[in-house]
């Protein structure tokens, strides 16, 4: 299946906004769960947002109420809103998919990633 195109990430404020995109085909969101993940230097990669083609959606706790992921009519771009950003937002931004027949409620699985967009939140 074809991979997921990020773009979208750049440097901010602290306190600024930043929307992501991840093209995925239409075909491949209906068969997965779409997610956008995150990697800081030295850290671990975390899940950050999830979203199903039914609209389900879940967010790790440190971004809920300043992160949105949503889709469009088309269904072929998942986006991540990114507001009220701050520094430990720093992170390789990455968008990738894991077929619905797993478990939404979990950050395994996912094996099908993009090559990354950086964000940068400076102080």
């Known amino acids: 299946q074809g991979r997921p195109v990020e773009s979208g990430g750049g440097s901010v404020q602290a306190g600024g906004s930043l929307k992501l995109s991840c093209q995925v085909s239409?075909?491949?969101?209906?068969?997965?769960?779409v997610a956008w993940f995150r990697q800081a230097p030295g850290k671990e990669s975390e899940g950050v947002a999830h979203m199903d083609w039914d609209g389900r959606t879940r967010y790790q706790g440190s971004v809920k109420g300043r992160f949105t992921i949503s889709t469009n009519n088309a269904k072929d771009t998942v986006y991540l809103q990114m507001d009220n950003l701050k520094p430990e937002d720093t992170a390789m931004y990455y968008c990738?998919?894991?077929?619905?027949?797993?478990?939404?409620?979990?950050?395994?699985?996912?094996?099908?990633w993009g090559q990354g967009t950086q964000v940068t939140v400076f102080s």
């Open positions: 239409r075909d491949i969101f209906s068969q997965n769960y």
């Open positions: 990738t998919t894991k077929p619905r027949g797993y478990r939404f409620y979990t950050d395994d699985d996912y094996n099908n």
